[in-house]
């Protein structure tokens, strides 16, 4: 090849590059002694467990905060739910969500209802509950009362909340059901963290007819020895 020719080569690469005429694929190789591991979205393991139902409660979660505070509000609960301070602040995860294992002082609050019967707002006594680790996820039981829901915090591509599935023991039966066993008993819903030492579970939509059920979440002071 006379040099003549090698010359009018390397103009004709350059002028096609400058133009954007060639277009050659690019590939990123990664720096020697780098490992290379594939990102999976964390909500991949609840969405794939969620029925349709629940997905969409959950999707509707920021709607339940709107409609369950303002018809508090309109019905004179405004300083009730100024009294709440966090717990009833929408909005207000914080990041690192995943709680400790252990014992809980559990209370719920309700906002809203989606019949028209009933109060808009309510406040129901403390109770215990217990959050354990089982594998790679966290389990809440609520260990009191008459309806007690149950379930699994699963993680998810928002970094400040978690998702629970779960369902609900009624009466005198010793657990709860499996999620997804009987849809009239299934729970889902967001766990946040919303100030050190205190998370809250936030059920959008409740079967029960509210439209926003809020559990507070608080370590016991003394846990019991395991």
């Known amino acids: 090849m006379t040099l003549h020719f090698r010359l009018r080569a390397v103009l004709l ?4 590059l400058l133009a954007s005429a060639c277009i050659f694929p690019r590939t990123r190789v990664a720096p020697a002694g780098t490992t290379v591991t594939a990102v999976i979205p964390h909500n991949d393991g609840w969405s ?11 999707n509707r979660t920021a709607l339940a905060w709107q409609t369950g505070l303002a018809e508090a509000r309109e019905r004179g609960f405004r300083e009730a739910i100024r009294s709440e301070g966090k717990l009833l602040s929408s909005g207000g995860g914080l990041a690192r969500p995943a709680p400790t294992p252990g014992s809980y002082s559990c209370r719920l609050v309700t906002l809203g209802r989606s019949a028209k019967r ?3 707002f309510e406040k129901f006594k403390p109770f215990f509950c217990y959050i354990d680790v089982q594998g790679d996820l966290f389990t809440i039981v609520k260990q009191t009362g008459s309806q007690r829901p149950a379930g699994r915090l699963w993680e998810d591509e928002i970094p400040t909340r978690m998702i629970f599935l779960g369902s609900l023991a009624l009466g005198n039966e010793e657990e709860a059901r499996a999620y997804g066993e009987d849809p009239r008993r299934d729970v889902a819903g967001v766990f ?11 059920i959008p939509f409740a079967q029960d007819g509210t439209k926003l059920q ?13």
Request: hydrophobic share 45%.
């Open 13 to 16: 690469v350059a002028s096609c």
């Open 48 to 58: 794939a467990v969620a029925s349709d139902a629940d997905r969409d409660r959950i």
């Open 118 to 120: 009933g109060p808009a």
């Open 192 to 202: 946040e963290r919303i100030a050190p030492f205190v998370w809250r579970l936030v």
């Open 214 to 226: 809020v559990f507070e979440l608080t370590p016991v002071p003394e846990q019991p020895k395991t």
